[in-house]
Nanobody, 125 residues
Framework: QVQLVESGGGLVQAGGSLRLSCAASGGTFRSYAVGWFRQAPGKEREFVAGINWTGSSTRYAEPVKGRFIISRDNAKNTVYLQMNSLRPEDTAVYYC??????????????????WGQGTQVTISS
């Protein structure tokens, strides 16, 4: 079973940047699509960004389009989320998850089989 570990979270001011990493071990990672999700206090977990197995195709939720960039380095078994122009509403616990397929499905919250433990991102105004 693959293990996913997120890192890179922290506290930054609005307008700042952070880069999250999702490192995989113990299983196959490079042949699967991967997604980033977030959950703010009192809210449901939501899709943020997804990337296919080669990194050639990406998808973003509307609130983060143009500000976040998802990428992957399969040689390092790592997926990244570069977050720019951060806003207080981006405050959440961010999770990475592996899909059971090569590509991100139409319903991005489905067909997931492994999750990381999450990393806290806090944006101050």
């Amino acid at each position: 079973q693959v293990q996913l570990v997120e890192s890179g979270g922290g506290l930054v001011q609005a307008g700042g940047s952070l880069r999250l990493s999702c490192a995989a071990s113990g299983g196959t990672f490079r042949s699967y699509a991967v997604g980033w999700f977030r959950q703010a206090p009192g809210k449901e977990r939501e899709f943020v960004a997804g990337i296919n197995w080669t990194g050639s195709s990406t998808r973003y939720a509307e609130p983060v389009k143009g500000r976040f960039i998802i990428s992957r380095d399969n040689a390092k078994n790592t997926v990244y989320l570069q977050m720019n122009s951060l806003r207080p509403e981006d405050t959440a616990v961010y999770y990475c998850a592996r899909y059971r397929r090569y590509t991100v499905p139409v319903l991005a919250n489905e067909e997931l089989d492994s999750w990381g433990q999450g990393t806290q991102v806090t944006i101050s105004s």
